[in-house]
């Protein structure tokens, strides 16, 4: 037998009566265990599709709770299937706000709560022909985490051209993994050299140096070989002349809005790609929350001999960040380790 269910009743016939164990939907939001959480406990696996419904962090939660065994990716799924040991659930909601009615401008949805047994099970037999798919299609913890790492730039990049709104959520450098080895990139400040204005002028279109200096939040510079792209965190400190992080210089993040190909003047120093924050765009969230004491954390690994790769003088020729690319899971690790 089935009852339809509509507006504010599905997310009380969720959280209260099918407690699902079992979820598979298109898109997850930021506050997705807020609309099953009289059954969190009970979620054994969710098959979601790792596109740009789903919000990444969301998608790190569900990894965090379930591991990365239980949490699927079928790009093409676009069902809304709730199943629990008893009821089931399914219509077209998804397990975000605006799909289960937590906007003021939410979406009218509308779905089917089953009882019987038999609708469960062949619910249920749905879930893995799904599950089946979500395998074959990323067979790898590698591979999934490669495409939630995707999601995440994408979504980055629409923050930052206000396409989307940026949640509120903060992510502690306890909790975070990273998911590939360029996240993010570590580099000291290399701003030793002078703009090229009229490069820079011609590469925003201003009319004056000027303008665009008063656009200016925050940069760094890179080798020109250096692959590095527009939409990345760039986690920087102030180091001094042999590399070592300054003792008074926190480290930051800077989030790359554009980069500009020679925008320094390279005569004394090789580093003249700059990679650029404006004031006027929007900034995601960063990959972690730096306080005070993931600031002493960082600076104390830094200091270590094995990971002077990171320190540019301590390289022979010149220091590229792309150097430092397969070793950033393990200084995230050792990082980590340092925290008081």
Not at 37 to 44: E, H, R, S, W
Not at 61 to 70: A, F, I, M, P
Not at 203 to 229: G, W
Not at 269 to 298: R, S, W
Request: charged share 30%.
């Amino acid at each position: 037998m089935g009852k339809i269910i509509s507006g504010e009743e599905i997310k009380k016939t969720l959280k209260n009566e099918v407690q699902p164990e079992y979820i598979a939907v298109a898109y997850v939001g930021i506050d997705w265990e807020d609309y099953i959480a009289d059954g969190v406990a009970k979620l054994k696996e969710i098959i979601v599709s790792p596109t740009f419904g789903s919000n990444p962090r969301a998608i790190r939660q569900l990894v965090d709770k379930l591991g990365w065994d239980k949490v699927h990716f079928l790009k093409q799924l676009h069902a809304k299937i709730y199943i629990g040991e008893k009821l089931a659930a399914i219509g077209s909601f998804n397990l975000t706000k605006n799909g289960l009615g937590a906007e003021t401008d939410d979406l009218e949805e509308a779905g089917v709560l089953l009882s019987d047994l038999e609708s469960v099970k062949e619910l249920a037999d749905l879930y893995k022909g799904f599950e089946i798919k979500a395998k074959r299609q990323f067979p790898t913890t590698e591979g999934k985490k490669k495409a939630l790492a995707e999601l995440e730039h994408f979504w980055n990049l629409a923050i930052s051209n206000d396409v989307l709104r940026k949640d509120n959520t903060n992510s502690s450098l306890a909790n975070y993994e990273p998911l590939t080895d360029t996240d993010f990139y570590v580099c000291g400040y290399l701003n030793n050299g002078e703009w090229d204005e009229e490069v820079v002028k011609a590469e925003f279109q201003e009319p004056s140096f000027s303008s665009f200096k008063e656009k200016l939040q925050d940069y760094i510079s890179f080798r020109e070989s250096d692959n590095i792209k527009e939409g990345s965190w760039v986690l920087s400190w102030k180091q001094n002349k042999d590399g070592q992080p300054n003792q008074n210089g926190a480290p930051r993040w800077i989030y790359i809005h554009k980069i500009v190909q020679k925008g320094l003047i390279g005569e004394d120093h090789p580093y003249t790609k700059v990679a650029i924050e404006l004031k006027h765009k929007k900034i995601p969230p960063p990959p972690f929350d730096i306080g005070a004491n993931e600031k002493e954390a960082i600076k104390k690994v830094l200091r270590l001999d094995k990971f002077n790769v990171f320190r540019t003088s301590s390289n022979e020729g010149e220091w590229s960040v792309e150097d430092t690319f397969k070793h950033l899971k393990e200084f995230v690790s050792s990082v980590k380790n340092n925290l008081i």
